[in-house]
């Protein structure tokens, strides 16, 4: 069975910066969407980014747009989210995802990506 692997969360101060990675040890994520989801507690999933895997054409959600930039790096195959001017309401556990396509990842659900990571925790407090 396919398992994302996330890293990189942790704790940070407002108005600092992370940088999460995703890979899929055993499986080539060359075809594939990659994107990045958040879940706040007491909050739905929201879909904050995604890149093709065609042109490496990218989406973001408006909450995270001009803070947050997504990247993939297929000899290492691993999608990157690099997040910048970090507040608080970015805590949440973020998730990564496959999918054929970025349709989908961004705005409401359902978000039914064949493949997920487990999360890890970010938490951006003073």
């Known amino acids: 069975q396919v398992q994302l692997v996330e890293s990189g969360g942790g704790l940070v101060q407002p108005g600092g910066s992370l940088r999460l990675s995703c890979s899929a040890p055993?499986?080539?994520?060359?075809?594939?969407?990659l994107g990045w989801f958040r879940q706040a507690p007491g909050k739905d999933r929201e879909g904050i980014s995604c890149?093709?895997?065609?042109?490496?054409?990218?989406d973001y959600a408006d909450s995270v747009k001009g803070r947050f930039t997504i990247s993939r790096d297929n000899a290492k195959n691993t999608v990157y989210l690099q997040m910048n001017s970090l507040k608080p309401e970015d805590t949440a556990v973020y998730y990564c995802?496959?999918?054929?396509?970025?349709?989908?990842?961004?705005?409401?659900?359902?978000?039914?990506?064949?493949?997920w990571g487990k999360g890890t925790l970010v938490t951006v407090s003073s």
């Open positions: 055993g499986f080539t994520l060359d075809y594939y969407a």
């Open positions: 890149i093709s895997s065609r042109d490496s054409s990218t």
């Open positions: 995802a496959a999918d054929l396509l970025c349709g989908g990842f961004i705005g409401p659900g359902p978000h039914d990506m064949p493949y």
